[in-house]
């Protein structure tokens, strides 16, 4: 018996026991619609139904050999990966001004940052499209990239902010007391050290943007159409298992990304030891 349960009493042991199984059913629930996904979508039938038809790799070729979908999927990261730049961007920039400064209004200044997180996102498309279209942005790539941005600047910098709380600033001191211009001092001494905050939040824009689908029917046009509104339009269209490809590649992007966060997470509590020892 492991060190840490031997001085459990027995009705702590049944709390423990019970907190796992809760703990497992609400993970097997979150989890319940990607392993009824998965496996569909290689089904070599024409209906999404079990059992299987068979397996096949038919849907992930009507994929590959749709203009179509492949149009959705480059829109997707280039959009996804434009405003996660300028996102990242002026997410870390507003996260240096608001963790260093002391202002009036302060609070006041982070809450209209964090807003597009608060506010419904169906408000927030309404928004972008009666602000873009005098503008000529909408049924644009500027205007989706521009809104996608918006939507993503938040997650940077709360990430970045978060960072940053562990930042030694007699290190930017040393700096400059060397000579080196705040320029200077961000790139080769502040950037380096917050880097995987910097990181985690870009990936976060990134998801953000990839998975967004509200303001794209609201501001995008035919040519601006991503994977995510690609599949909201079969679904209402024309029900195809190629969706089913389509979600479980989405599905593998996600986890790829979501183990680069735990990467990055790592990543920043090492650094974070090393500077306090």
Do not use: C
Not at 43 to 49: E, I, K, V
Not at 243 to 265: G, W, Y
């Amino acid at each position: 018996m492991p060190a840490g349960h031997q001085h459990l009493t027995r009705e702590e042991r049944i709390w423990r026991a019970v907190l796992y199984v809760t703990s497992g059913l609400v993970l097997f629930f979150l989890m319940a619609p990607i392993f009824a996904i998965v496996p569909l979508s290689f089904n070599s039938g024409t209906f999404l139904t079990y059992p299987l038809d068979g397996l096949s790799l038919r849907w992930y070729n009507a994929f590959i050999a749709s203009e179509q979908w492949m149009r959705a999927l480059r829109n997707s990261f280039v959009i996804g990966i434009s405003s996660a730049v300028l996102a990242t961007a002026l997410g870390t920039l507003a996260a240096l001004g608001l963790t260093r400064a002391d202002f009036r209004g302060k609070g006041l200044v982070m809450a209209i940052l964090l807003s597009p997180m608060i506010v419904p996102v169906v408000i927030v498309a309404v928004g972008f499209y009666f602000f873009f279209a005098p503008l000529g942005l909408t049924a644009s790539y500027t205007g989706l990239i521009l809104a996608h941005t918006a939507l993503g600047t938040p997650f940077v910098v709360i990430t970045v902010a978060a960072t940053l709380k562990g930042f030694d600033e007699n290190l930017a001191r040393a700096s400059a007391s060397l000579g080196a211009a705040p320029v200077e001092t961000f790139f080769k001494v502040i950037l380096p050290l917050i880097a995987p905050g910097v990181a985690s939040g870009a990936l976060f824009a990134f998801a953000t943007s990839f998975d967004e689908v509200v303001v794209v029917l609201m501001v995008a046009g035919p040519e601006q159409r991503t994977l995510p509104r690609e599949m909201f339009s079969g679904l209402r269209e024309n029900i195809s298992p190629t969706i089913t490809a389509v979600a479980t590649i989405m599905i593998l992007v996600s986890v790829v990304m979501l183990a680069s966060l735990e990467m990055l997470r790592r990543r920043n509590e090492r650094l974070r030891g090393i500077r306090s020892t």
